[in-house]
């Protein structure tokens, strides 16, 4: 996964040619042009495996608050570590800054189309998502290292089929696809194993796809991704005050026309207007691609004889043609839609509260038409005939 990643940005956004990248990562061309030419990540499943360093870590941590620059071989020594010193080394490597004094940072200078940072933002604001339930979901906001330029929109939740879409929605808003994005520990981009960045499957699949180079930051480190942070607090301190949401769309309505008069004004720093700055930013980026990756969350059911399908905590109706048929169920940020056979046999909008239950009308006249067809009914005005009580006077004489 992460070599089709690698190959696809070095191609389509390098513009390096396939024996060159072949060179470089140590590949057979053959398997570089199989990457190119698919646009499909490759599938496969690799099995959890823990650490034995995970046993030692919290002496790791009282010896690095004692002394920080404790050399990971004399860690090693009072620790009495006797296995591999590599990922003793890893996992020392990962935890030491978090343990030294802050280190001064300098001023970055960015380049058209070079990369844009991306972060959630939980505004501490109650939404209604349904007519009895409030919450606070997440926004993720992205922002263009050379022009500044602010994309932003709520989803559903931080599952990492609703952050990648929102990631989409970013991305097309924008205009582009930056070269690099910036990132910081989201589980939906990212996980640490054994002190070392391993981007998640669903993540690979997404920046492959669009081309996009990725790069993770180290923990604890906000400096890293400045440009978003404020941009967080800014969305904070002059968006929300003295605003009423009446739900996500209301908010993500608001939103965009906020951004684009904030856009649109000269910036502090730059002395320029961000909207001017990113026809700029678009023209060194990366074109979106004519098919867009699909983050949705996908899935596969055999329907009951409540024709309800349930995803995450919501139940949604499915049309009582399909008891017993399997469907293919496609959940995004805006609707629940399944199908049996190529044939759609439900489409709702999602649904952004908990343990709701999302009813079609259809679906109920459906059923209870079939509901009359299997129960069998009786004319009222039949006749019926009345033989002669002779008749059985007779019968009962034999």
């Known amino acids: 996964m992460e070599d089709w990643a690698e190959v696809r940005r070095l191609h389509f956004a390098e513009g390096k040619a396939i024996k060159v990248i072949a060179r470089e990562l140590g590949l057979a061309r053959n398997t570089v042009r199989a990457a190119v030419r698919s646009a499909d990540p490759p599938r496969y499943e690799r099995k959890a495996v823990g650490s034995a360093v995970d046993v030692v870590e919290p002496e790791i941590r009282r010896l690095l608050l004692l002394e920080p620059s404790m050399p990971a071989t004399v860690i090693a020594e009072r620790i009495g570590w006797d296995r591999s010193m590599t990922v003793l080394k890893d996992r020392v490597r990962e935890l030491r800054p978090l343990f030294l004094p802050a280190d001064p940072v300098q001023r970055m200078t960015y380049r058209p189309g070079e990369l844009a940072q991306w972060d959630l933002w939980f505004p501490p604001v109650d939404i209604a998502v349904s007519p009895a339930q409030r919450a606070r979901p997440p926004v993720i906001v992205g922002v263009s290292g050379f022009s500044r330029f602010i994309v932003a929109c709520m989803i559903p939740s931080k599952e990492s089929a609703d952050v990648l879409g929102g990631h989409l929605a970013g991305l097309v808003q924008l205009g582009g696809v930056p070269r690099k994005g910036v990132y910081d520990g989201e589980p939906a981009f990212s996980v640490r194993r054994e002190g070392r960045v391993v981007l998640t499957d669903a993540f690979q699949a997404f920046r492959g796809t669009l081309g996009m180079g990725a790069y993770v930051c180290r923990p604890a480190d906000p400096e890293a991704k400045g440009l978003v942070e404020r941009a967080n607090k800014f969305l904070e301190t002059s968006f929300l005050p003295g605003r009423h949401f009446d739900g996500p769309d209301g908010f993500n309505e608001q939103l965009s026309c906020w951004l684009e008069r904030v856009n649109g004004r000269v910036h502090a720093t730059l002395r320029q207007r961000p909207s001017e700055l990113v026809v700029a930013d678009r023209a060194a980026m990366l074109p979106l691609p004519p098919v867009l990756p699909d983050p949705s969350l996908r899935w596969t059911v055999r329907v009951g004889r409540d024709h309800y399908v349930r995803a995450g905590t919501c139940d949604y109706s499915i049309h009582p043609k399909a008891i017993g048929r399997r469907v293919d169920v496609r959940l ?37 038409q079939q509901r009359r067809q299997r129960t069998p009914v009786i004319a009222q005005d039949a006749e019926v005939e009345e033989r002669d009580l002779s008749v059985y006077d007779g019968l009962g004489a034999a």
């Open 332 to 368: 995004d940020l805006t609707e629940f839609v399944a199908t049996a056979g190529g044939e759609v046999v439900a489409r709702h909008a999602r649904a952004w509260g908990r343990h709701q239950v999302l009813t079609d009308p259809v679906h109920v006249a459906a059923r209870e």
